[in-house]
């Protein structure tokens, strides 16, 4: 379980030598911190979906959810809200939205992947109607949060790094996190040894919206601007990063450190892709054959047991 | 039935409010453009249906129609006079190649077909973009015998069944048949239904899967000709994306149960005729494009709890 963490945590070093040889600023601390302001968005979706998917199900929709409540709070702010308002009502939507798609799913019994395809699908619907294809402006006091610094480091990773031990410790320290992992490794025996199955399942779908809406607001500070358009194929990015990290896609299994390991690892691909020139598009194609490779080798080590 | 029928009414129903609200979704250039709309859908939702049946999901198919769509346009446009049939065996030759890549992951790799095909609706995507250098395939390119598959076909009076929408049809003919008397058929409910029960009756469940995803990647495939012929263009950005959306509505409605060993032909229909019907209302009624992904998010819910409410009260 431990040894496994630290899989992509040597990857990462090695990642970050190979990358070194393409660009000398690989080694150069400042030039990684700022990039990974770009990445804490989605690493905060990678926190939460490490805790669906140990609990044996997929969330599809947080990609459209963080859309949807980066363009509300836009809206909010339209309306003259001031910023802890925005905040709060922000964080209570996100949260809602995913309780939501938990509380059907696990009521209704439904396969956690079509739910949340239908509510992926609705809830950038509902963005796009709103918004059309006009993007609102943020007021100047919440924007920039991601040129801001803490001891020498950006807020973005602060935040994130701070939601990493906090979801850490609720995974790896709290009988919450042993339900958890209970429902997804043996969703029966854990109802027979009265784990609260249902109230798992919609607490962590809740916990995923709300981690969405984190990412959708420190969104809106980064580029000032709010459309319906943003945060494409996020969802893609954040189970990869899921999986990399060792988050076994049959549940039951996962770490937090793994997960946070693998989002600098795909930081710094992303980043040599970049500085080589690759094109958008084709590390899309990169990043298919990465979620694929890292859920293929995933089963290879578990049967090699 | 009872699932078909309730189709049927979600059918009648759009169309007395959408016609009491906008008496010219009723005439027959309206039904013109959804008949358009639905063979592309519905060659899609049949290789979809079969997948769901299966008791598995292809999120990838739209990603394929692009390629294919790519590939084919390639093609014509180095050698116009290519014979319409060729092209359409071209098309549906690339989609199983690239079916065949799901399939071979999801049967040796065994790994969730969700999973694969998300990574794959990216990586083909991308193929997209390799394939064309980045260019659309421009309504230049494109030769009239292929467009005029769109344009033409039998007329009934003011209706135009145009020949795209014939072949689709005969496709449907042909599954409904090979789901009525196809042993292979047979098997594919088996397998839907119960897995480790079909392995002890001797159906081999890797056949079933690879063969499954294969022949959906196919019909994908000659969705990439049927988008060419329709849209006279093809771009390797949008060429099929966020159909795979419209597909799994369409199905759903459809009355195929999406999690395995139901689904019907003629409601898989229905449902492609539904999802055409919605987006035709959509721009009859004046609303914007926007509300498009809204309205299928809708649809794909409401089959989704219908059919999670169905199941709980057995």
Redesign the interface.
């Given at each position: 379980m431990k040894f496994r963490a630290l899989i992509p945590g040597v990857l990462l070093l090695l990642s970050i030598i190979l990358a070194s040889r393409l660009s000398p600023h690989f080694l150069d601390a400042r030039y990684l911190l700022d990039t990974s302001t770009l990445y804490a968005e989605m690493g905060l979706l990678a926190l939460a979906m490490t805790l669906v998917i140990i609990s044996g199900n997929?969330d599809l929709s947080v990609g459209s959810i963080m859309v949807l409540v980066a363009c509300l709070a836009a809206k909010f702010f339209e309306k003259g809200l001031g910023i802890p308002a925005v905040i709060f009502l922000s964080l209570i939507i996100g949260t809602s939205l995913g309780s939501l798609n938990g509380y059907?799913i696990a009521k209704?019994?439904?396969?956690s992947?079509?739910?949340t395809?239908?509510?992926?699908?609705?809830?950038?619907?509902?963005a796009?109607?709103m918004?059309?294809?006009s993007s609102v402006k943020l007021p100047k006091a919440f924007t920039g949060l991601d040129q801001s610094l803490v001891l020498g480091l950006p807020w973005p990773l602060i935040i994130f790094l701070l939601c990493a031990v906090l979801i850490g410790i609720l995974l790896h320290r709290t009988v919450f996190g042993r339900w958890v992992t209970g429902v997804g490794s043996n969703e029966k025996a854990a109802l027979f040894s009265g784990v609260p199955v249902d109230r798992v399942k919609i607490l962590v779908f809740g916990l995923s919206g709300l981690m969405a809406a984190g990412a959708a607001l420190m969104m809106d500070s980064r580029y000032g601007v709010a459309r319906?358009n943003f945060a494409l194929?996020i969802e893609?990015e954040a189970?990869t990063v899921a999986?990399l990290g060792g988050a076994a896609?049959?549940g039951g299994e996962g770490t937090i450190l793994g997960t946070t390991f693998a989002l600098f690892l795909f930081m710094v691909i992303k980043t040599a892709m970049g500085v080589a020139n690759v094109?958008p598009?084709?590390?899309?194609?990169?990043?298919?054959?990465l979620?694929?490779l890292a859920?293929?080798a995933e089963?290879l080590r578990r049967e090699g047991r | 039935m009872r699932r078909n029928l309730a189709a049927l009414f979600f059918i009648f129903t759009l169309f007395a409010v959408v016609g009491l609200y906008q008496p010219r979704f009723l005439a027959p250039s309206s039904l013109n453009s959804i008949l358009l709309w639905m063979p592309i859908i519905t060659v899609l939702a049949l290789g979809q249906l079969l997948v769901v049946v299966s008791g598995g999901?292809d999120i990838s198919i739209g990603s394929i129609l692009g390629c294919s769509g790519i590939v084919v346009g390639l093609i014509v446009k180095e050698h116009p006079t290519l014979p319409v049939p060729v092209a359409l065996g071209l098309g549906l030759l690339v989609g199983l190649v690239l079916g065949m890549v799901n399939a071979a992951?999801i049967t040796w790799?065994?790994?969730?077909p969700?999973?694969?095909t998300?990574?794959?609706?990216?990586?083909?995507?991308?193929?997209?973009?390799?394939l064309s250098k980045?260019q659309q395939i421009d309504g230049s390119m494109i030769p009239d015998s292929l467009t005029s598959l769109a344009r033409n076909g039998l007329t009934l009076g003011e209706i135009t069944l145009s020949w795209l929408l014939i072949l689709s049809l005969v496709g449907a003919g042909g599954f409904a048949l090979a789901m009525f008397y196809y042993v292979g058929a047979k098997s594919l409910v088996a397998f839907g239904s119960n897995p480790s029960a079909a392995h002890l009756r001797g159906i081999s469940g890797n056949a079933v899967t690879f063969w499954v995803y294969a022949l959906c990647g196919a019909m994908a495939g000659l969705g990439g000709v049927m988008y060419a012929a329709k849209f006279g263009f093809v771009n390797?950005?949008s060429a099929g994306q966020g159909l795979e959306?419209t597909v799994?509505a369409a199905v759903a409605i459809g009355g195929a149960k999406?999690?395995g060993g139901f689904g019907n032909v003629t409601g898989t229909l229905l449902g492609c005729f539904l999802l055409s019907s919605i987006n035709v209302a959509l721009s009859v009624m004046g609303v914007?494009a926007?509300?498009?992904?809204?309205?299928?998010?809708?649809v794909?819910?409401v089959a989704?709890?219908v059919?999670?409410?169905a199941?709980?009260e057995k």
């Open positions: 997929i059907l209704l019994k439904l396969p992947f079509l739910m395809l239908g509510t992926m699908a609705i809830a950038r619907g509902a796009q109607a918004m059309g294809p319906h194929g893609l189970i999986v896609i049959k094109k598009e084709y590390q899309l194609t990169a990043i298919g054959v979620l694929i859920v293929l089963r | 999901i992951i790799g065994k790994i969730s969700l999973i694969v998300i990574g794959t609706l990216a990586s083909f995507r991308g193929l997209c973009f390799l980045g390797p950005s959306l799994i999406l999690t914007d926007n509300w498009q992904m809204l309205a299928y998010g809708a794909i819910l989704v709890l059919d999670g409410l199941r709980r």
